[in-house]
């Protein structure tokens, strides 16, 4: 009996495109800034320690309406295109089989997050869903994998993710990290070296439940 929590975007939904969108989008309306491409957002996105509202808006620190208007036009779009990776689903069934208990821990906020699994039909598979606003301190800090564990079931635990802030999260709570390269990071530094690599989610069930 093991518990798994997963990243969100990146991990178990491809969100790239509606990210970009809504990063663009406040930056035009707000700051009168030229469009990123969706590549120069996935390169910024998961490097840890990286001040990415400067990075995306070019301020110190994020504005109360700037996030009240990426949040308004994320959550208008994000339903369009955010889909599951593939192979996700299934890997899901399979670990339900196993009776392991999910659960997310994303940087995004949690309703958006909540919907965007129900519209992929998969929100029920999770016992909770941890997003930025129910904690002080995002990922790369363990705060959310703490509050997840005072809900698990169970001593083994593993935490999936795209991004080295997932592994830094993981290491910090003392829970099993795994990377997986099919999302917005395809390689991790080298002071991870140690750490589990999948391409395809399918793999994680030999990892996981082999463990």
Avoid at 123 to 140: S, T, Y
Wanted: net charge negative.
């Amino acid at each position: 009996m093991k518990t798994i929590i997963f990243d969100l975007d990146g991990t178990l939904v491809d969100t790239h495109l509606d990210i970009t969108a809504s990063i663009n989008h406040v930056r035009k309306t707000l700051y009168g800034l030229e469009p990123m491409t969706a590549e120069e957002i996935r390169s910024v996105m998961n490097v840890p320690g990286l001040n990415l509202a400067y990075a995306f808006y070019g301020v110190e620190e994020y504005e109360p309406e700037a996030e009240a208007l990426f949040e308004e036009h994320y959550s208008q779009q994000c339903l369009q295109r955010a889909r599951t990776f593939d192979g996700v689903v299934e890997t899901i069934e399979k670990l339900l089989a196993h009776q392991c208990e999910l659960f997310v821990a994303t940087n995004a906020p949690t309703t958006t997050s909540r919907l965007i699994l129900q519209n992929n039909g998969i929100v029920e598979c999770f016992k909770d869903i941890v997003g930025a606003d129910r904690v002080k301190e995002p990922k790369p800090h363990p705060e959310m994998l703490h509050l997840i564990r005072q809900q698990s079931r169970y001593d083994e635990v593993w935490m999936v993710g795209d991004s080295p802030k997932d592994i830094m999260a993981a290491q910090r709570a003392e829970v099993n990290p795994l990377f997986v390269t099919w999302g917005y990071s395809q390689e991790l530094p080298k002071e991870f070296a140690s750490v589990p690599v999948v391409s395809k989610p399918l793999a994680l069930i030999d990892i996981i439940i082999a463990s």
